[in-house]
Every structure is written in C-alpha cells, then in structure tokens.
C-alpha cells in the first residue's frame, strides 16, 4: 500500500488477517514511539473498516458511499475523541457523548468506528466511562486506542483492549526514509537527531524541520567548551 510507511506493512498484516478471518475484537490499543505515523495508520484501518467494497488487501476502495463521506470528513457511523485544545485531557463529557451516539445503529455502512487518540490523555473519570463501553460493546464496533505512552493508560482499559503494536524501523531503515523523503543527508548530526526521537523517522524530521539540527550542533558546542574550559558551566 502506498498509503502506508515501509515500517508499517507487518502491523498492517495483523490487521488484515483479523478482519479476513472475522476476528476483529471490539477494542484495539495502537502503540508506538510518537512519530511513526500512527494516526495515519489508523486512519487506512478506519476507512477499510467503513468501506462497502474494501479489496483483498483490506484496503479501502475510495469510491464507494462511504469512503467518500468520510474524506468529507462528515461520516455518521465514525467518531473521533481528542483533547479539546492541544496538551489538555479528553473529558468525561466527550465519552458520555460518544456513549450515547453508540446506542444508534449504523447509518451509512455495516460498522461503527470510533479512534480515541492520544488515548494516555484521558483523565481519571473518562477512563471510567469509557470502561462502561468497553465492558459491554456495542455489535460491530471498532474502537481503536492510539498512544505512545502505554505505561499511562489504566490496565483496566489495556486489558479489555487487544495490543497492536508498532514497532520502531531499523536505524537504516529510518535513515534510508529520511534521506529519501526529506532534504536532509545521512550525516552525524541527522544521526543525533533520529537518537533523540527514538528511532522514529517522522519525528525525527519535525525536529529537523523546527531547526532542531542547529539547536542541536548548539548545544553539543556548549558542552565542547565546557570540557575545553572556554565557559563556565554556571
């Protein structure tokens, strides 16, 4: 699938042997570092979920009905739950809302979708509401958890879950990507920079991208005068 990034493809697999052999659980928790592209991917797993003529691979047809409500944006049987303002919690309300919403039977396709991401940001009484859905869900509905910091969710919610999990690319798998799909070349300090986003090669070039290279080369040459003794450290 062009759609997907070259790390993605075996986690993709999973996903289509699930849904081809009707084994699609009712909750899913997508992990990974942050910047593999997991919203992406859910994104292709939602549309495949939705399509009323996915093909062989699973992957959603973009013509039918319902594909095309939902790159409208406006599809009646998917929901998104997200912080309100950025770096905020999901609130109980929003679960609540989204509780009454999956009373009502599909719309336009055979499924209901739901993408809470990033999952780790909901507070302690969201988590609780939400376990009210995941302990009695509704019929063929995907719920699908979306973090990169696995350790806060509630093991309440992680064991009525079923782990998808998104592993890291190579280093010479992610720095082939970079080079490839960005300006920048295969040098010490794009090196640095994919150390410091943890091997993930999205994140990895927002850092570049935010002039994360000079702040970099900055303070690697800090510490160089510090040791050579041409600053105080204070």
Same mark, same amino acid.
């Given at each position: ?5 070259? %790390?993605? $493809?075996? /986690? ?16 899913? !928790? +997508? ?79 055979? %499924?209901? $979708?739901? /993408? ?16 009210? !859905? +995941? ?83 900055? /303070? ?15």
């Amino acid at each position: 699938m062009n759609t997907l990034y070259p %790390w993605q $493809t075996s /986690v993709w697999q999973q996903f289509v042997e699930l849904k081809q052999q009707q084994r699609l659980p009712h909750a899913l !928790l +997508l992990t990974g570092v942050h910047g593999l592209g997991k919203n992406s991917f859910t994104r292709e797993i939602v549309k495949s979920v939705l399509c009323l003529s996915a093909n062989n691979d699973e992957q959603a047809c973009g013509q039918c009905h319902s594909c095309q409500v939902f790159d409208a944006g406006n599809h009646p049987d998917h929901s998104e739950i997200k912080p309100e303002e950025a770096g905020k919690q999901i609130k109980i309300e929003q679960i609540r809302q989204l509780i009454d919403k999956q009373r009502l039977t599909p719309t336009i396709a055979q %499924w209901k $979708t739901v /993408v809470i991401s990033p999952a780790y940001s909901m507070n302690v009484n969201a988590n609780n509401s939400l376990l009210k !859905l +995941l302990e009695e869900p509704q019929p063929n509905t995907l719920i699908v958890l979306v973090t990169s910091k696995l350790e806060k969710m509630p093991i309440t919610v992680k064991s009525r879950c079923q782990n998808l999990h998104m592993a890291t690319p190579s280093f010479n798998q992610a720095m082939d990507w970079i080079t490839q799909h960005s300006s920048y070349p295969k040098d010490n300090t794009t090196t640095k920079i994919l150390e410091l986003a943890k091997g993930a090669p999205l994140a990895a070039v927002e850092m570049l991208d935010a002039q994360g290279a000079e702040q970099y080369q900055q /303070v690697e040459q800090d510490f160089k005068d510090i040791l050579d003794g041409k600053c105080n450290p204070i």
